[in-house]
Every structure is written in C-alpha cells, then in structure tokens.
C-alpha cells in the first residue's frame, strides 16, 4: 500500500501547506507546469517526487524531468503527463498508445480543473489534480490524494487550498 499526493501547475508557486497535506504520503506526483526548480527542489525534500514537465517548463526542469511517467506500483500501471485530455477527448499526442496500451491510472494537468473520471473503454480511471499555483483561470487551488493497494485505487482525496489571490494574467 502507498499513499500518494498528486498536483499539478504549481507554477513557481510554494505553499507550505503542501508539506502539511502529503506528510503522511509516500511519494509525491507532479503533472507538470511546475515553475521552478525551487518548487521541485522542495518537493524533494519532503517525499520521493515522480514529476514531469509541462508546457511551460524550460531547460532547468526538463533535463530532470520526463515529458511522460509510466511506471508499476503496488501491482497498477500508472502514467503520467502533463498535456493528456481525458476520457473522450485524449491529446493527440497519446490518443494512439493510451488505447493500445492503456495504464489503470492516467494523471494528466494543463486544464486547471480537478477531474476524476472513469474511462470504461479503457478500464482506466484519469485523474487532473486541478491547479495548485496561484498562476491561472482557475477559482480553486487543489490537491489531491489517494491510496495505492494491489491494483487498486482508494481513499481519494480532493483538497481545496483556500482563497489567495489568483493572478488573472494569462
């Protein structure tokens, strides 16, 4: 069993309490927009980071990153990138290799909306975590968590951030 804390587009944002929120976790996911190498660095500091880069994303965090994560834990095959659509509109980009291969959990980010869907075709569940920074259209900064348990997702959280200041610059 692992818990997991999942976010995405933090862009160059830190909140503290992000350290509260995954404390009890075993890794942390970041599906990219990550902002800063800072941001990743403190990431690191708290849980093992499986994090990939998005589009705004320069050489810093891309040579330390990977534009796409898959990987096996606790018997479930997870991939994660930053720029993947969701069940019924998938990027192009991985439209072909989602439906020949497809993993159990699919994390994507860039929308800036929290969405957790069941893919029946696929017999895949797709998670974006919302956005976490303050950079965005968002209203809501979110997080999230869950519980990985022989093949099995559980106990998943979405955790709302209060109200700061969301920058309207776009």
């Keep these: 069993m692992k818990r997991i804390g999942i976010l995405s587009d933090t862009h160059a944002h830190w909140d ?28 690191e500091a708290l849980k093992p980071v499986r994090a990939v880069y998005g589009n705004i994303d320069g050489h810093p ?22 720029i993947g659509g969701y069940p019924g509109k998938y990027a192009r980009e991985v439209t072909p290799e989602i439906y020949r291969n497809p993993p159990k959990l699919f994390i994507s980010g860039h929308s800036h909306i929290a969405k957790v869907m069941y893919d029946k075709t696929l017999d895949c569940l797709h998670i ?21 348990d022989e093949g099995t997702f559980r106990d998943l959280e979405i955790i709302e951030l209060a109200e700061e200041q969301l920058s309207k610059n776009r």
């Excluded at 965090?61 to 930053?82: D, L, M, N, S, Y």
């Excluded at 974006?128 to 968590?145: E, I, Q, S």
Aim: hydrophobic share 40%; with cysteine; proline share 1%.
């Design 16 to 43: 503290d309490r992000y350290e509260k929120y995954f404390a009890d976790c075993d890794e942390i996911w970041h599906a990219g927009d990550i902002g800063s190498v800072e941001v990743l660095e403190r990431l």
């Design 128 to 148: 974006n975590p919302g956005a976490a920074g303050l950079y965005g259209f968002h209203k809501v900064r979110t997080l999230m968590r869950l519980v990985v």
């Design 61 to 82: 965090i891309r040579i330390r990153t990977k534009q796409h994560q898959r990987f096996e834990i606790e018997g479930a095959t997870v991939w994660i990138t930053h």
